[in-house]
């Protein structure tokens, strides 16, 4: 669905195309029959968040002969201005997408190429810069703030320490968000530059990508994965997600579930807390009696997961090694694991949550936090209809993944 809105003085048209299907039901089957059964003259960026997955595109889309983009003067963002100036489909991953800069917005615009974007990418966040150097920017007279909050960079011939933070502020990267907070946004004009957008995720509703582009008043169409014909199709409408809830036990061993009671306990404030007053020891051997004693799991059959600056304080004998992180997506690597561990409870952070509520945006934590959960538990054995066993400590997390069942 094409929108044409006028933001900051610029009119932009944006058509966005959400491709919203649980886990293993055929998104990128189906993104993957269009691309192939799609006009000769279409161009493509396919953009996925590992390697295995860009291999995946290249073998699977041989007529469309997508490219990687390689180091070119040393630098992959050459390469893909290269493989941009020769009309490439491009099949590339979400960290260098991050990397990408104003002329290459400009030769995707002038080239007309449409956008694939597998699981949504960071959007939102703090960007890291300390008190005494923003107030040597601002006092210097080398920026300031617009009155949409941007960081407009002011001196056009400076070469120094804060490059690199002049150049987002170029491309409209950087929010003030009170007096000493920065924040970094995605730049939209890296939404704008495609002629058409897919992001293939699940629970778009809970996910700050969302809430990105509400801030920005763009829609978005939703589209499914479905199976027609034989084979998989992109078609309007959202799914109808059902699972067979006996799939997944959650763990109810009160003596273990004790320590994640309170509302918060187990979120990343929780565990900064904790440190000197040994409950996270506690948890840590609240695992290792899970995985040991209550499942008898073998090494191989895990999977677990927390904040990952507290991985050490929490990795235990028989399952150190099993560890993903929190947000993994779209990998399908552990698919034979069936024993999990999820400790930690998922909320937004906080600085983004203020900064999307002084914007006026309403968010859900729950959602969030329940979507985040659901894509790390998707990596396991569930995803091909295998039962698995969980243990979730936090009494919010598993509130929400069995309400999330029921509701099924």
Known sequence: ????????????????????????????????????????????????PYLDEVARIEQSCVGKNFKQPVAVSGSKINGIKKLLINDHNIVSTHSLFHLFDEDIFNLIKTKGYKLILDEVTTVVEPYNINKKDIDMIFSQGKAHVDEHDYVIWDDADYDGAFEEFKKLCDIK?????????????????????????????????????????DMFNTEYEYFRADVVNGKYVIVPGQQDDRIDKSLINICEHQKLNDIGELPNTLSKSWYSKSIQNKLINNLKLNTENYFRNVMEAKSDMILWTTFKEYQKKVKGKGYTKAFIPLNMRASNEYRNRNCLAYLCNRFLNPVVTKFFEKNKIEINQDAYALSEMLQWIWRSAVRDGSPVNIYIPSKRMRTLLIEWLEGN
């Not at 009119?11 to 000769?40: F, H, L, P, R, Y």
């Not at 007096?179 to 699940?202: A, G, K, N, Q």
């Open 173 to 213: 990267s950087l929010c003030m968000y009170g007096d000493s907070i920065i924040v970094w946004l995605f730049p939209m004009m890296s939404f704008e530059v495609f002629s058409e957008i897919y992001i293939l995720t699940y629970m778009f509703h809970g996910q700050i990508q969302k809430w990105y582009y």
């Open 1 to 48: 669905m094409a929108k044409v809105i006028k933001l900051f003085g610029r009119v932009i048209k944006i058509k966005i195309n959400v491709v919203d299907s649980i886990m293993g039901s055929g998104k990128t089957s189906a993104i993957i029959n269009m691309i192939n059964e799609s006009d000769e003259f279409d161009k493509f960026i396919y953009i996925t």
